[in-house]
């Protein structure tokens, strides 16, 4: 609920900003959509073996593969952040429309 409200004030909001800046939303969203869901996928993996532990009694074995998860999941949010700035700027223009607006409001 929460995310969906977010992304109908930002909606609104860009809407009345301009088209440039509605094309860098929808570029942007895009972008956030895929890592969110890049980022769900070991999450939900990680639920079912944990609950299969969890179901036949094997705490410690659940917990280990939490700390695990846990780790590999801030690994993988650590480097999904230096990419991201790491594309920011100049280098963001081969991700991002051509057109000069769009392109500026992206970055």
């Known amino acids: 609920l929460v995310a969906g409200t977010w992304v109908f004030v930002a909606s609104v909001v860009s809407r009345k900003l301009g088209a440039a800046a509605i094309a860098s939303h929808g570029v942007v969203l895009k972008v956030w959509l895929m890592f969110v869901l890049a980022a769900e996928a070991p999450a939900v993996a990680g639920q079912v073996i944990a609950a299969r532990y969890l179901a036949t009694g094997r705490r410690a074995r659940a917990a280990r593969v939490f700390r695990r998860l846990l780790k ?34 992206t970055t």
Do not use: I
């Not at 963001?92 to 607006?101: E, I, N, Q």
């Open 72 to 105: 590999v999941t801030l690994g993988v949010g650590v480097a999904t952040a230096a990419g991201l700035c790491a594309a920011a700027g100049p280098a963001s223009r081969a991700f991002f429309p051509a057109d000069p607006a769009a392109a500026a409001a």
